[in-house]
């Protein structure tokens, strides 16, 4: 499944900012979707999860609290609410889509999802 991610720009601290997620194909509605995010000198990293029947979510410790993920399996599309955006938000996401969320260190790993999109740029001035 190919995945298109939009919504990033340039907001200020405390604003919001909704990313989607377009899939290509409606096998997305079977699969788990996840979001990574890497910042500049930065590993990428986790940010949040949804399994594809919608029971599950996860968060890192971060965006806890202040993003939301969620899917939309008739529009084939997947969302991140981020509120109270902070300048640590910085980053590009990356939205991705995989048959299971794999677990590493207690946190959906990236392994586990075998189609990714291709980054949208969030920039968070202080």
């Known amino acids: 499944v190919q995945l298109q991610a939009s919504g990033g720009g340039l907001v200020q601290t405390g604003d919001s900012l909704r990313l989607s997620c377009a899939a290509s194909?409606?096998?997305?509605?079977?699969?788990?979707m996840g979001w990574f995010r890497q910042a500049p000198g930065k590993e990428r990293e986790f940010v949040a999860a949804?399994?594809?029947?919608?029971?599950?979510?996860y968060y890192s410790d971060s965006v806890k609290g202040r993003f939301t993920i969620s899917r939309d399996n008739a529009k084939i599309t997947g969302y991140l609410q981020m509120n109270e955006l902070k300048p640590e938000d910085t980053a590009v996401y990356y939205c991705?889509?995989?048959?299971?969320?794999?677990?590493?260190?207690?946190?959906?790993?990236?392994?586990?999802?075998?189609?990714w999109g291709q980054g949208t740029l969030v920039t968070v001035s202080s």
């Open positions: 991705a889509a995989g048959g299971s969320i794999t677990f590493a260190s207690g946190k959906p790993s990236p392994i586990g999802f075998g189609s």
């Open positions: 194909e409606r096998t997305f509605s079977s699969y788990a």
């Open positions: 949804i399994a594809w029947s919608m029971g599950s979510t």
